[in-house]
């Protein structure tokens, strides 16, 4: 089985803080990418990468940037985070030709005070 | 761009009772399909897909049929059970290389015993 694992299920932070999200999958796939969910507007993609230490911007990056040192994690970083950064953060992974479909991970939902 | 437009909800069902979700895209090309589904609490789920016009895809139940000529995508179950109550999003995957997902809006299915 496919495993897409976050470093956490619910996280708090506070206006300004920095704030690491992870992502770890097992599947050797090349595709890897963050996406926020909101009521009413869907998912939308903040950032991808389709190699090691390659990264493209989605349809949202602003306030966002993304590490990936190894094939296997993808970290999302908001680096001062704030109130309308409050939402459930998506992971997902997929084979480099995306054909099969993306693989997700549970989410993290972030709440920003 | 790329688009994906689903049917507004919510959709509030009995046990037993057809169900069709409405899907239309707009992409170039030949683009792939799927179907996600989001239980409650957790991540997406691939529920279904299909590659080329006329393929129909089917899991647990439910299928999409591939139209090329409507540009559509609607997903059936002929009798939906108090188990399906989840999100369910329509995605595409553009034809380019390292192509990303494309999702509709989703919309949430509850279905009453």
């Known amino acids: 089985d496919v495993k897409v694992t976050q470093s956490s299920r619910y996280l708090v932070k506070r206006t300004g803080e920095k704030v690491f999200l992870e992502c770890v999958q097992d599947?050797?796939?090349?595709?890897m990418f963050w996406y926020r969910q909101d009521p009413g507007l869907g998912l939308r993609l903040i950032y991808f990468?389709?190699?090691?230490?390659?990264?493209e911007k989605g349809d949202i990056p602003e306030g966002y940037s993304v590490s990936r040192e190894k094939k296997e994690r993808f970290s999302l970083i908001l680096e001062s985070a704030s109130t309308n950064q409050t939402s459930m953060y998506l992971c997902?992974?997929?084979?480099?030709?995306?054909?099969?479909?993306?693989?997700f991970g549970p989410g993290t939902r972030l709440t920003v005070t | 761009g790329d688009s994906v437009t689903q049917m507004e909800g919510p959709v509030t069902l009995s046990e037993e009772a057809f169900l069709t979700i409405n899907c239309t895209y707009t992409?170039?090309?030949?683009?792939?399909l799927f179907w996600y589904v989001q239980y409650p609490g957790e991540g997406l789920q691939l529920l279904l897909k299909?590659?080329?016009?006329?393929d129909k895809g089917s899991n647990k139940g439910f299928e999409a049929t591939y139209r090329k000529e409507t540009t559509s995508f609607h997903l059936e179950k002929g009798s939906v059970q108090v188990s399906d109550s989840a999100v369910y999003f329509c995605?595409?995957?553009?034809?380019?290389?390292?192509?990303?997902?494309?999702f509709g809006k989703g919309i949430t299915l509850s279905v009453r015993p």
């Open positions: 599947m050797d796939h090349e595709n």
């Open positions: 990468s389709y190699d090691v230490k390659m990264k």
């Open positions: 299909a590659t080329k016009a006329d």
């Open positions: 992409a170039t090309g030949y683009p792939s």
């Open positions: 997902a992974s997929s084979l480099i030709s995306g054909h099969r479909g993306q693989y």
């Open positions: 995605a595409l995957r553009g034809s380019g290389a390292n192509s990303k997902l494309t």
